[in-house]
């Protein structure tokens, strides 16, 4: 599995002084990183590409043949999200988990001691590069379903108008995917702050994000299955994709992002506690 680590001596270069303990500083060395290290680059640029790649085939397949057609485009549109979130998760635990497979972490704590510091430049910069990717993604999705859905029958005499950002619903969908990615990004970099461990940190997000909801629709009665899909990140998070139909979500979009917010934060809360109070 790929690993993020820097050059240490690009670690070493943090200004002396009161600066030291900054966050530019120390956003910038996490940046080095991710700029010179392999790893970053190609979770990114698949999380753009899977996320794309399965939007459009899921558009280019989706028909509709009368006025009936009960379908929420742009959500349809954005369903590469549940698959390219992985890309994102995965490197929001390399981000870390990587430093401390190889004992890097050592010296970015001795260049920075500040752990807090640390931490955050860390989601920082894991947010920031996310963010990019997701535009990249969610805008080529959106695109595609623009290309592929009204020959498919998803028509103005059908009741559809071509998707566009223009759209205040849209547009919300749109935002809050990228959103919705930078949360994973960094929920995922909270796990990994916590466990230390790459190979546990990616289960526990995976299972979190995709075992436990599939699961539980299996063995739950309606109604703890909509409890879970109330709290469960990806559910409760992907709710803001849906324009339609609102009434009907166990959460509303924004209130499901927050949901999502919400685990991140805990996340990220648990990783700094236990990061200041164990060794490296």
């Known amino acids: 599995m790929t690993q993020v680590a820097g050059s240490p001596r690009s670690l070493l270069r943090a200004p ?26 190609w979770l990114l640029l698949a999380c753009a590409v899977v996320t794309i790649t399965v939007s459009s085939t899921v558009v280019a397949v989706e028909k509709c043949s009368s006025a009936s057609c009960a379908v929420d485009t742009t959500k349809v549109s954005l369903t590469g999200v549940q698959v390219g979130q992985a890309a994102v998760a995965i490197l929001g635990v390399m981000v870390i988990g990587g430093e401390y497979a190889t004992g890097m972490v050592r010296i970015t704590l001795t260049a920075l001691p500040w752990r807090g510091v640390v931490l955050a430049a860390k989601a920082v910069a894991v947010a920031a590069v996310t963010a990019a990717a997701g535009i990249i993604a969610v805008l080529g999705s959106l695109l595609a379903g623009r290309i592929f ?3 498919n029958g998803f028509t103005a005499a059908h009741g559809f108008m071509p998707l566009s950002l223009g759209n205040g619903t849209t547009l ?20 990994a702050t916590a466990v ?11 299972g979190l994000m995709y075992v436990v909801p599939g699961v539980s629709s299996l ?18 998070g992907l709710a803001i994709q849906s324009t339609t139909n609102l009434g009907k979500l166990p959460v509303g979009p924004w209130a499901g992002l927050g949901v999502l ?7 990220l809360l648990s990783g700094w506690l236990l990061l200041r109070l164990r060794d490296a």
Do not use: C
């Open 16 to 41: 002396a002084g009161r600066n030291r303990g900054g966050m530019l500083p120390a956003v910038r060395a996490e940046w080095i990183k991710l700029r010179t290290a392999s790893g970053p680059g």
């Open 149 to 151: 859905l009204p020959g």
């Open 172 to 191: 919300r969908a749109a935002v809050g995917s990228v959103l919705y990615l930078m949360l994973v990004a960094l929920f995922s970099l909270g796990i």
């Open 196 to 206: 230390r461990d790459t190979a546990a940190a990616i289960a526990i997000a995976a």
């Open 219 to 236: 063995v739950l009665a309606p109604t703890w299955q909509h409890r879970v899909d109330q709290a469960a990140p990806m559910n409760a």
């Open 261 to 267: 917010a919400a685990w991140t934060v805990a996340a």
